[in-house]
């Protein structure tokens, strides 16, 4: 394997009795991220989940920056996609600074409308972060599967760029919600809190602009692409 994605690891910080009890909590975590590093083959990717991103410095290349996109007692559903959306724009200016963000894994199954599985490539996509699919693909009907090769998705992973939310003011103040279950109890009252505007300028010269409805009802959006100043691609 070339990328272990590794989970849970804040408990390997936990104050308690070790073999070595001269270690503090982060010493210990330290070191079994350093045996981790050497047991892996030098060339494959640690992706750091559940972690502490200080202590975590320098063994994983990708740090989990959000909650996970899929519970066992949730099932498939927007709001998860939601909730992993806000934490992957809110923190886009960190990516690259100590890591690549992980915004956790692409998910097209159904139940997901057509228009979540969507949303769920393109935001992963736009992160620039690890780009790994959750499903089982022989099991993804025709029209998910021909998601991966759309022209859209095709150009994303060509290039690379910033990704610069540009409504975020709009959304700044107001209240959002911090934990895994409360997307369970949705219904669009708290997804919705976070930008929707993901403008990316790319390494070649071009440029995206994803809008994103990331609540429960339809509504309109009105765009001066004007008032920004490269082109666009798609």
């Known amino acids: 394997y070339r990328v272990f994605k590794i989970d849970y690891l804040f408990g390997a910080a936990y104050e308690g009795y070790r073999h070595d009890r001269t270690l503090s909590a982060i010493e210990a975590y330290r070191l079994g991220l350093k045996l981790i590093r050497e047991a892996v083959p030098k060339d494959a990717a640690l992706i750091a989940c559940g972690a502490l991103p200080v202590a975590t410095l320098p063994y994983a290349a990708a740090f989990r920056i959000g909650p996970d996109v899929l519970y066992s007692y949730g099932g498939v559903a927007f709001p998860f996609i939601a909730n992993t959306a806000r934490s992957t724009i809110n923190l886009s200016f960190t990516h690259g600074l ?137």
């Open 98 to 234: 100590l890591y690549q963000n992980d915004p956790d894994t692409v998910i097209l199954r159904h139940p997901l409308p057509q228009s979540g599985a969507e949303a769920s490539l393109i935001l992963t996509l736009l992160s620039g972060g690890p780009f790994i699919l959750g499903d089982d693909l022989p099991t993804l009907g025709k029209d998910r599967l021909a998601l991966l090769s759309s022209p859209v998705v095709t150009a994303l992973r060509k290039s690379r760029g910033p990704l610069i939310p540009l409504d975020f003011d709009k959304h700044s103040n107001k209240k959002a919600y911090h934990t895994a279950f409360t997307p369970i109890l949705d219904r669009g009252r708290y997804s919705a809190v976070q930008p929707e505007l993901w403008y990316s300028p790319r390494e070649d010269g071009t440029a995206f602009l994803a809008v994103f409805n990331w609540g429960a009802k339809l509504k309109e959006q009105q765009i001066d692409l004007s008032t920004i100043d490269q082109g666009f691609s798609s």
